[in-house]
């Protein structure tokens, strides 16, 4: 159990377009889901909580107008890349919380998207 | 602000070797600690979690937990080539996590 997709794994668009990622968990319920950007060689670099029925929680120098997050049910958050610039080619992972705050459950990774802005 | 700290190694050990991965923290509050394997290009894999003081085995895995010390480390026994990987180490308060830069293992056949 406990598997996450993402859709789409990779991406190649023109500069100025927008770009939608899907983030499914796809046999259990996520109240909770992460999004996370990783650069070649680096770390996971959170961008952002997103919780379901309610607004994404941004972390700090994430542009939330730019990066905009939907979590529209307990088992899908899409990620929305807007007027995509090449510095946003990317690495883009997403997470889904099992457990709720508190709880001693784990985040389950999905595959990511790679984005490659032109 | 909240870090946790990996040596980016390359770590390189021989096939059949013990790999030890260390990672340090700041937040005293931290409750769940974890370890995750990530190849390249792919995204991270869960290989254990650990919340108490102490190690937790499973297979060829053992984490250790000292909370005193602000430490965890994964040992890795019987070293495969196919464990060569970047080891994550992740440090959760409630459930939101703060990953390490991560430490490049290499197996040598």
């Known amino acids: 159990g406990a598997v996450v997709s993402q859709h789409p794994s990779r991406v190649i668009c023109k500069s100025g377009t927008s770009v939608k990622i899907e983030c499914r968990s796809l046999?259990?319920?996520?109240?909770?889901m992460f999004w996370y950007r990783q650069f070649p060689k680096k770390s996971l670099m959170l961008m952002a909580t997103?919780?379901?029925?309610?607004?994404?929680?941004?972390e700090q120098g994430v542009e939330k107008d730019k990066f905009l997050i939907n979590h529209a049910s307990l088992t899908l958050s899409t990620l929305t890349v807007t007027s995509a610039h090449p510095e946003d080619s990317s690495f883009y992972i997403c997470?889904?919380?099992?457990?709720?705050?508190?709880?001693?459950?784990?985040?389950?990774f999905g595959p990511g998207t790679r984005l490659t802005v032109l | 602000q909240k870090e946790v700290e990996q040596n980016s190694g390359p770590l390189s050990v021989p096939e059949g070797a013990i790999a030890s991965l260390n990672c340090t923290y700041s937040?005293?509050?931290?409750?769940?600690f974890f370890w995750y394997r990530q190849y390249s290009g792919k995204s991270p894999e869960l290989i254990m979690f650990?919340?108490?003081?102490g190690d937790k085995e499973d297979g060829r895995f053992t984490a250790q937990l000292n909370k005193a010390s602000q430490y965890v480390s994964l040992l890795i026994r019987d070293s495969q080539p196919s464990d060569s990987a970047t080891y994550l180490c992740?440090?959760?308060?409630?459930?939101?996590?703060?990953f390490g830069t991560g430490t490049r293992l290499k197996v040598l056949a």
């Open positions: 997470s889904a919380y099992r457990g709720w705050p508190g709880s001693t459950d784990t985040q389950y």
């Open positions: 046999d259990f319920q996520a109240t909770t």
């Open positions: 997103s919780n379901e029925g309610s607004k994404a929680t941004y």
């Open positions: 937040d005293r509050g931290s409750q769940s």
């Open positions: 650990i919340y108490s003081n």
């Open positions: 992740a440090v959760g308060g409630t459930y939101k996590y703060i």
